[in-house]
């Protein structure tokens, strides 16, 4: 009788959800699949900024989504990957036996202490009872990436009643088209957003301070929302993977480690490269490829077949700005923007359609083959 293959993965985000899924699929009664995960329940991290402003998101069960699917469910903090013995080391002490391990440990945000966030679910809770308590007020979203874009435009527009401010270091949103660019900066006057460019902020012994090459001020706000920085969780450096300078593992075009063939990365967890062979931005857009093209090679390598080349492909950004306005700014492979943005309601469905999909096929027990699964690019 074949001896079974033991398939952990650690997280259980789009990128790890989806490797399940598709793993399940491709390998049913050749492998045992394990999925450890901080929480109980599946974030939907594309929408914490929803949730950070009052809003209510469904809530999903990994317990209930795999029930009945053969995957195995650990709840629990990973302390350490063994390579040595091939074990992974859960904070309750329990050792878990891989001969395939996929890393799908998503990014986490650095910040200053006074700052809030909301690149997970506890900060944006936190966030949110803050925000609850203020009656009137600014506040000020310091970075203009999509993320700080989508956090200041929901902020704005579901609290009229604060004055918020956007900082970022930039020139706002240099990376996208003319038109979408026009149409941002008209969104942000119509929500009385004030736009502050190509100004760092610092805290300084006399508080938090605005400062250009030109002038230094100081920053009045009852909440800042610090939303740059992001890094890959320390797991595999400290288990002796090489990794770039945000903590993403190095990997090759099989999305496996270069330091061990055994370990894969996928989704923020991984440096990998685009089409033009420059290094991939942390994005959702391309971790759902990542989870299905994984599961695909580990399949492949299993049943003794050749794998796969892997190369980050961007088709679009879609950036929320608020519920009653979005833009969907397309893009050629390589990332770099297309003349061409669909902007207004349409953005706004079209986002909706894709961003909802994803998700739900990521927690479905469906084991047959789904579109969705290739349906990762309408993620921001």
């Known amino acids: 009788m074949r001896e079974l293959t033991d398939i952990v993965i650690i997280g259980a985000g789009y990128g790890g959800m989806y490797a399940a899924r598709s793993l399940r699929r491709r390998l049913r009664g050749r492998a045992r699949i394990t999925v450890i995960n901080r929480s109980e329940d599946f974030v939907e991290r594309i929408r914490l900024h929803q949730y950070a402003t009052g809003q209510h998101l469904r809530e999903v069960s990994l317990a209930s989504t795999l029930a ?20 992974i080391i859960v904070h309750t002490g329990e050792s878990i036996a891989y001969d395939r391990l996929i890393i ?15 690149a997970a679910m506890t900060e944006a809770e936190v966030l949110r009872r803050r925000l609850e308590e203020l009656d009137g007020g600014r506040v000020a979203v310091v970075g203009g990436g999509l993320t700080g874009i989508e956090m200041a435009t929901e902020l704005a527009e579901q609290r009229p009643d604060l004055r918020v401010q956007l900082i970022t270091a930039d020139r ?9 660019q026009r149409h941002l900066r008209g969104t942000l006057r119509r929500l009385r957003i004030e736009l502050t460019e190509e100004t760092e902020v610092r805290a300084e012994d006399a508080g938090w301070q605005l400062r250009t090459p030109s002038d230094v ?5 009852d909440v800042i929302v610090w939303t740059t920085g992001f890094l890959a969780s320390p797991l595999a450096a400290e288990a002796g993977l090489s990794t770039d300078d945000t903590g993403r593992v190095l990997v090759d075009d099989h999305l496996r480690s270069v330091t061990d063939p055994r370990i894969a990365a996928i989704g923020d967890a991984a440096a990998v490269l685009t089409v033009d062979q420059a290094p991939a931005r942390m994005s959702c857009q391309t971790t759902v490829p990542m989870g299905v093209t994984v599961a695909a090679d580990v399949a492949r390598e299993i049943g003794g077949a050749s794998r796969r080349r892997y ?70």
């Open 68 to 87: 009945g699917t053969g995957t195995r469910l650990v709840i629990g903090e990973v302390t350490a990957i063994d390579r040595a013995a091939q074990r």
């Open 104 to 118: 799908a440990t998503g990014s986490f945000g650095t910040r200053p202490a006074g700052t809030h966030g909301v």
């Open 172 to 180: 706002l949103a240099h990376d996208l088209s003319q038109m979408a």
């Open 217 to 221: 001020r100081g920053l009045n706000a």
């Open 311 to 380: 190369r980050a492909r961007f088709v679009w950004r879609n950036i929320s700005l608020g519920r009653n306005d979005a833009i969907t700014q397309f893009s050629r492979f390589d990332d770099r923007p297309l003349p061409v943005a669909l902007v207004g309601r349409p953005a706004v469905l079209f986002k909706e359609l894709i961003s909802a999909s994803v998700a739900r096929t990521a927690t479905t027990q469906a084991l047959r083959s789904s579109k969705n699964e290739n349906v990762a690019s309408g993620l921001s």
